[in-house]
Nanobody, 122 residues
Framework: QVQLVESGGGLVQAGGSLRLSCSAS????????MGWYRQAPGKQRELVAT???????TYGDSVKCRFIISRSNAKNTVTLQMNSLKPDDTAVYYC????????????????WGQGIQVTVSS
């Protein structure tokens, strides 16, 4: 079983910065991609950013040029640096590990963290 532990959320004023981190623990052979999604009250969960094992990144349109995602494959961690935060960034942020294999022959499984609150005040 793989667990994702998120840290770094909180309250910040508009224009400020926060850094989210997520560590995957357990029996892990490989992870295709790690990333962050968010869900605001009354809205659907949406992509924030993902990073694949080859460091290819994908960002949601609303966070491009403000957020930076990075990954440590050796540590199975992913970090999201959030800059120039806006009140619209307020949401619960969820870490995702996509295509996790526990060994070379195991099937790929996706995992989610429990979510961490980010609140941006105006």
């Amino acid at each position: 079983q793989v667990q994702l532990v998120e840290s770094g959320g909180g309250l910040v004023q508009a224009g400020g910065s926060l850094r989210l981190s997520c560590s995957a623990s357990g029996t892990i052979f490989s992870i295709n991609a790690m990333g962050w999604y968010r869900q605001a009250p009354g809205k659907q969960r949406e992509l924030v950013a993902t990073i694949r094992s080859g460091d290819t990144t994908t960002y949601g349109d609303s966070v491009k040029c403000r957020f930076i995602i990075s990954r440590s494959n050796a540590k199975n961690t992913v970090t999201l640096q959030m800059n120039s935060l806006k009140p619209d960034d307020t949401a619960v942020y969820y870490c995702n590990a996509n295509g996790v294999r526990e060994n070379l022959y195991s099937p790929k499984t996706d995992y989610w963290g429990q979510g961490i609150q980010v609140t941006v005040s105006s």
